[in-house]
Nanobody, 133 residues
Framework: QVQLVESGGGSVRAGGSLRLSCVVP??????????MGWFRQAPGKKREGVAA?????????EDHVKGRFSISVSRDNVKDTLYLQMNLLKPEDTGMYYC???????????????????????WGRGIQVTVSS
């Protein structure tokens, strides 16, 4: 069972920055390069994709975060770590942020990272990001 643990959330003023991390220990899965993504859910709203990266490194961003957010991944023998660098934060970026992953077997046919939450089978518990004006 793939396990994901997010960290790095918190409260910040508009215009500030935060960096989210999501660690996937290698002992929780035997797959090579996972497809991974960041999603967020604001109160009363549906969960939406923010940024995603596929197994070969192709990246996709939601339009409202382009130029402000940056997704990256590092992989070593012990863990995969997904990052989301968030700059120029706005109050509308407030929400619970979730890390998601899918195995290469399932996501190998994707063309770029997927921002559709239904395509991911593995999820972290989420971490709160609050941006005040």
């Amino acid at each position: 069972q793939v396990q994901l643990v997010e960290s790095g959330g918190g409260s910040v003023r508009a215009g500030g920055s935060l960096r989210l991390s999501c660690v996937v220990p290698k002992y929780t899965h035997t797959h090579s390069s996972l497809c991974m993504g960041w999603f967020r859910q604001a109160p009363g709203k549906k969960r939406e994709g923010v940024a995603a990266i596929d197994s070969v490194g192709s990246i996709r961003y939601e339009d409202h975060v382009k130029g402000r957010f940056s997704i990256s991944v590092s992989r070593d023998n012990v863990k995969d770590t997904l990052y989301l660098q968030m700059n120029l934060l706005k109050p509308e970026d407030t929400g619970m942020y979730y890390c998601a992953a899918e195995t290469p077997i399932a996501c190998g046919s994707w063309s770029g990272g997927s921002l559709s939450d239904y395509e991911y089978d593995y999820w972290g518990r989420g971490i709160q990001v609050t941006v005040s004006s």
